[in-house]
């Protein structure tokens, strides 16, 4: 599935939170497990966003899609397994 589809999802479901709990402060972000660029982006996104907030901000929530299974062995960039057993 492309990537788009899930970005649909994901605003759609944040749509729906702040529907239901007025006032909700959420903040969809990215994060690919299995790319220490993509880990270290997200790490520093969630310190920027807890130090803009002097720290009155705390992650509440975390979702993630781990939905796979794979067939075939498969490596990331890195060279490491794709998944992890």
Do not use: C
């Amino acid at each position: 599935m492309e990537s788009s589809f899930f970005l649909v999802t994901i605003l759609k479901a944040v749509e729906e939170i702040r529907m239901r709990h007025l006032g909700a402060l959420l903040k969809p972000m990215e994060l690919d497990l299995t790319s220490v660029p993509s880990i270290l982006k997200f790490t520093q996104s969630i310190e920027k966003l807890l130090e803009a907030s002097e720290n009155t901000l705390s992650l509440q929530l975390l979702i993630n899609n781990a939905g796979i299974l794979a067939t075939t062995e498969r490596k990331t960039s890195k060279g490491y397994e794709w998944y992890v057993i």
